[in-house]
């Protein structure tokens, strides 16, 4: 092979601080590497359930926890393509460019899609999820908890009641935060919680996630043109009755799943995982300050996932990338209509405060010298 | 882990004759446990251009070579909401069980579906589709080259003038030949050209790629609701803008595709595979003869990547596979309504004819013995 991804013998040696897909350690990519036996093997349907039941704690929920063939964005179309009938109306709050796609989605799909978006940077708050929805009545509610562009959490705990109030399903998609931040899907009510992998999980792409309630489903028997790759209802079918999937799924990653899932919640424990998170996002905030940066998120919503930062120093943010490149380490620039106005900083997956730490001293340098 | 995959540290330790997913060489597996730069990224471009040049040359054409996160029946999805208005009517031929589900595909996405199959180990023939493109106009044809069911391969250098001549455009589902025999994209002017990777690449599942031609991009764009996930006209634009996809790909299955389409190019060399693939169903082929087995398959239409065999000895086959496993290999049983009536062994991806040989020596004696 020509020489890509840097090193031809040991793949990419860049340490990832990237809102992924994230840096991936060494044991989980060992696990993956395995041989396996087919997906419609005992092996097999031992490890899917495995992974299922791990999501469900993970997720504090009894839903049941299905698994995709696709990227995150995958699981938002089947959203849209289960849920809402052709005469009913959707809401899509966006709060940034993940929350512009899912409403694209509805609209892509012939949904009747209403977006209710609010100033990049700022959080859908209660007063405005209350008044949004006090205009019309919707049937399905979609929105993000934690938007990577603008590097927004929105206060999902809060937000969950007010929009079940409504009569709603809710839909939410939780890429960028899914096992770093903590979200009780049953206590929430949440119909639908998604993400994919390469994200919090810390796995290599090309698996994505969800529980789905019993409302959901019911609510899935009723919608006409659900066609079949994202099926809800035969994806559960074959869930329950075989632990497996209807179409062939991506078995090293699911493999991955299941190691990183006993990790999660058998070695690190979920508390000290979000804590750990919690700790990454107030260390970068501090950052920001002592650098006289500015956050991009309105203050009291700013993710503990990923910092986006904005270029308030009119910093060459190209070549400060490319800078930090230089010394291992990869951050990106804004996404979309972001782009020079903030850069971001990913601090999911399996980074520790020491990590940051050492990374951040190499980026106060670069700015040093750039400013 | 509890131990999974029956050996705990090393993953299964059986070599799979199946139709798919199939036994992964060592190599591979190697290649994608190498860590990754993100999918927005110089290193991963490059490798996704490679991978996209190297179907190119597999699958003889100028087309441009797409990669999708998702199995061979997401682009199955792809194509019916890609190419079908609401208003034109669809053909399906199927001769087993993966072409029922494509035409199941179609009535599922709201799509004016015809099918028109045939005795299940008969395959499509020249007369049998001039005849069904008789009795209608129809837009689009989707057909199977090597049915995984029913082990048929149906014969697409001469189905193809047949189908082009009507004026509609065509479909080719690959999944279980592609890699393994000869299939010329341009000259038979197939519009799309799928497969997924788990079979005759010999990688692990969680990747699907499909060659596309101009009239299908242009078809699409008068084609509504094709959803967002699935667009083929945002796959194409962004693949040839930056040999990316839109959505987040299996970063380490196109790490493996890579590294093994130049393997399959530069090393084993086109011809020499498609040879090898032949020798492998012959041997298959005189092997049933030599057991007093019979093939499924009608005579002159056997697939030469997973032979499917009558039980004409009334086998307990769950028995026989169960047996075989303790020898460390896998066969499967028959597919669907196929199953105990017949059997299928794959030789498909990286199987040399010793290995088959070795297989096939264990499976006499133990047919011998349940005889």
């Known amino acids: 092979m020509t020489d890509i991804h840097f090193n031809k013998e040991k793949g990419s040696q860049l340490k990832l601080f990237t809102p992924g897909p994230v840096h991936v350690p060494e044991r989980v990519l060992k696990e993956m590497a395995k041989p396996n036996d087919t997906h419609r093997s005992k092996p097999y349907s031992e490890m899917h359930q495995m992974a299922a039941e791990g999501l469900q704690k993970l997720l504090y929920t ?117 096992a770093g931040v903590k979200l009780e899907v049953d206590k929430s009510d949440i119909d639908i919680c998604l993400a994919s992998v390469q994200k919090c999980f810390a796995l290599p792409p090309g698996l994505a996630v969800c529980s789905v309630s019993d409302a959901a489903i019911e609510k899935a028997e009723q919608v006409k043109n659900r066609g079949l790759y994202f099926d809800l209802i035969a994806l559960k079918k074959r869930h329950v009755a075989k632990h497996q999937t209807p179409t062939t799924p991506p078995i090293p990653q699911i493999r991955g799943l299941t190691a990183q899932l006993e990790y999660i919640l058998n070695e690190e424990g979920l508390e000290k995982r979000f804590e750990r998170h919690e700790k990454l996002g107030k260390r970068t905030r501090t950052w920001v300050q002592e650098n006289n940066l500015e956050m991009f998120p309105e203050k009291g919503y700013e993710s503990n996932t990923v910092s986006t930062i904005k270029n308030s120093l009119d910093l060459d943010i190209p070549k400060m990338v490319s800078m930090l490149l230089d010394k291992g380490y990869r951050i990106v620039n804004g996404y979309g209509q972001l782009v020079n106005k903030t850069f971001r900083i990913g601090h999911m997956g399996e980074i520790q405060l020491k990590d940051l730490e050492e990374m951040l001293n190499d980026l106060t340098d670069i700015i040093n010298e750039l400013k």
């Open 62 to 178: 009894n839903n049941e926890c299905l698994i995709f063939t696709s990227s995150a964005t995958g699981i938002m179309e089947a959203c849209v393509r289960n849920l809402i009938k052709d005469d009913e109306k959707a809401l899509f709050f966006s709060i940034g460019a993940f929350g512009d796609r899912w409403y694209e989605i509805g609209v892509r799909n012939g949904k009747i899609s209403v977006k209710q978006g609010v100033e990049w940077g700022k959080a859908i708050t209660p007063e405005v999820a209350q008044e949004a929805l006090s205009k019309d009545k919707y049937s399905v509610v979609l929105i993000q908890t934690n938007e990577t562009s603008t590097g927004v959490y929105n206060p999902i705990d809060e937000l969950a009641p007010i929009i079940k109030d409504s009569g709603a399903l809710m839909c939410v998609d939780a890429t960028s935060s899914m």
